[in-house]
């Protein structure tokens, strides 16, 4: 199925100037970087691309704008995070009209992903009444030692196309409450909603008085990130992306003693058992494999499914792909939208080549839609393809709608097959058996940041931390404890008698 109605690239342009109109920013006007649409290919809009000497102002801006807003109490600097949750709320359906112009995704998605920065501020106000350090009891009598938590600095905020918006507000809204200040630079393929944020986010600080600087916008290109990289004013950087960004990134950040958070690529899977109920992991799956045209970095892309269920499992999602709506993403019937530019149509293609040349089989999908109309586009149907073994293209993170199904005979075998690629971001099995549920969950079983139950690999939610092992880069980003990788930890020794008691029973003098 192909949605019919598509818009122009014109009607594209006017619902992005009045989106953006509505938030506050005037139709941006400049040379350096295009700001265009997936959904027919086109150019809207020229704006103004930053240099590295723009960024060298905002390092030295941000850094200057610290040294306040480390002062200010925590639970002050949440009201600046609450402020801007309200205008999210205000501009949801201005936000999801720029992220489905910008990323292609679907209009459930993208206000989906609105939502997604609307929680993680309420998240933030809470945490800033809640950053507790914890006090130690002392092996000297008359002493007190505790742990103080401070404000690290400046944070630089490097984030990519398919989450443009909800990845960035998961660092800032932390960030803020932390005691930081944040320097974001977007890709260059969403610099409107990045526009737009940024402008809500001025407009908070203006409406609670904080810092305008305690947050920096640069559009700009591989060489505006390299200088957040690169420079020893910026305590913390957090990118998000390929692996590939993340191994040039780490080394950089670390060759200066730096701080980096990585969130990098995934190959998630999900493992079927005999047990599951199949209703459910059909949605589970399909959801997690074809939503967001496969642009999650949480996407499922392999499915080890027992040998005794594949048949009819398949059977199952072929029937569904097959009527999977493709097309206009602001369609309220669509449920797959564009990938992100043809350079993403041909990885795809390519990765389908590889596989099919090494004997994997194409059960549904695959095929390019609507490339007569929007020539300039890059409409996919996803796709499942049967894999005997996991070669090197399945352990390859592809960024497209590519779900590659493998069959197991044992648990154990299943669990290995699993953990045996480089990434380790999100998994998932569907069983109605606990043992199996639990042996998947311990420490012998997923090797992921993220293991689910009888659930896709992909919508995860605020509270918990989001982020993943191996090549995924270890971070921890949005809930739980992964503020503390904001923050500096203190070891404070108190000593409140009025004598010199040296640890560790030393004496001296
Ligand atoms: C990403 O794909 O970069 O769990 C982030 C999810 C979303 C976030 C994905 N909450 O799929």
Redesign the pocket.
Known sequence: MTSTALPTTEDLRGRARTALERVGVSVPDGSGLIARTPITGDHLFELAAATPADAEDAIAASRAAFLTWRTTPAPRRGELVRRLGELLRDHKSDLADLITIEAGKIRSEALGEVQ?MIDICDFAVGLSRQLYGRTIASERPGHRLAETWHPLGVVGVIS?F??PA??WSWNTAVALACGDTVIWKPSDLTPLISLACDRLLARAAEDVGAPRDVHRLLLGDRAVGEKLVDDPRVALVSA?GSTRMGREVGPRVAARFGRSLL?LGGNNAAIVAPSADLDLAVQGIVFAAAGTAGQ???TLRRLIVHRDIADTLIARLTAAYNKLPIGNPFDEDTLVGPLISPAALDTMQSALARVQAEGGKVLAGGNRRLAEALPRAAYAEPVIVRVDEQSEVVREETFAPILYVLTYDTLEEAIALHNDVPQGLSSSIFTRDQQEAELFLSAEGSDCGIANVNIGT???EIGGA?GGEKETGGGRESGSDSWRAYMRPATNTINYSSRLALAQNVSFL
């Open positions: 997604e990519a398919n989450f909800a990845v998000t969130e999650r970095c949480t992909s919508g995860a989001f």
